[in-house]
């Protein structure tokens, strides 16, 4: 099925305008963290100075973990080494409050070469600037209207906005195919005999500040599924509370009134860019 949608030009250029603004710049105050000679996140000046006060004492736990006064420095281990001080520094930081929306759950900090370095709470990547990764998926009709999930008031984070009808991030040991799968299923009811019309389309990595403490770093593996006409999304793990369809007329002005979350907004843009028509309205 080839979709195609007419926008104005307008409208063109404040969709990319939403995208090319998603990856933004860190505080000039927070202190890099380096891992291999490489910066691989950045943590706020006062996280820098309780893990400089912790670091500080004459008896600790840390032998990977290294603080100056303007740097975090993580030596090359081995993943569980470096995990297991990771995770103590990561605890004490939530006992001074540091971080938040703690999930217990892990994500995988992976190297360039694609090898885990690590693993550390989903909460604490925000803590620390890491990038984490995830998957959103477009879940699109036959008839070109979208479906969009309303997100739970109970969940800890975007309570009530908008996301793509399937999204979450990548757990650690996960892959990006079983990911998606697994996410597609518990969020959207999503079976195996669907997935023949499920379309792995690129990646976008976003980064912004999360004042005081945390920069949210992501890059975000992107899918479309293309459902029946007649086919009805339906939640399995109550972190939706509902879903709609849309046309993109009405999309547009959700994602211009800030409706939906930042990272489905730029996921959703994305989609719509795509699927121009090679002649847009003036």
């Not at 620390?128 to 969940?155: M, P, Q």
């Not at 309570?159 to 799968?181: F, H, K, R, Y």
């Amino acid at each position: 099925m080839k979709l195609s949608y007419v926008i104005s030009d307008s409208t063109k250029s404040a969709l990319m305008e939403i995208i090319e603004t998603s990856y933004r710049s860190i505080p000039q105050n927070f202190a890099p963290v380096f891992y291999n000679n490489q910066v691989i996140g950045s943590i706020s000046p006062s996280c820098l100075m309780l893990i400089q006060e912790l670091l500080d004492q004459d008896q600790n736990e840390f032998f990977l973990i290294q603080v100056t006064k303007d740097a975090l420095i993580l030596s090359n281990a081995s993943s569980q080494e470096l995990s297991l001080e990771l995770k103590i520094l990561a605890e004490f930081l939530r006992s001074k409050k540091v971080f938040s929306h703690w999930r217990n759950e892990n994500f995988s900090f992976l190297r360039e070469d694609s090898h885990e370095a690590f693993q550390l709470e989903r909460a604490a990547f925000r803590g620390f600037g890491f990038i984490s990764h995830a998957v959103h998926v477009n879940g699109c009709s036959e008839d070109g209207l979208l479906w969009l999930a309303t997100r739970s008031d109970s969940k800890t984070v975007d309570p009530g906005l908008l996301d793509n009808m399937t999204a979450g991030g990548i757990s650690a040991l996960e892959t990006i195919q079983s990911s998606v799968i697994r996410e597609l299923w518990e969020e959207a009811g999503v079976t195996s005999n669907q997935l023949k019309n499920l379309y792995p389309i690129g990646s976008i990595e976003i980064r912004r500040p999360l004042p005081p403490n945390e920069v949210h770093h992501e890059r975000i593996f992107t899918f479309d599924l293309i459902v029946d006409d007649d086919w009805n999304p339906t939640n399995n793990d109550g972190e939706v509370h509902h879903f709609q369809k849309y046309d993109v007329e009405d999309i547009v002005s959700l994602i211009f009134e800030e409706k939906m979350t930042q990272d489905a907004a730029v996921v959703t843009a994305d989609f719509i860019l795509r699927n121009l028509k090679k002649e847009t309205l003036f």
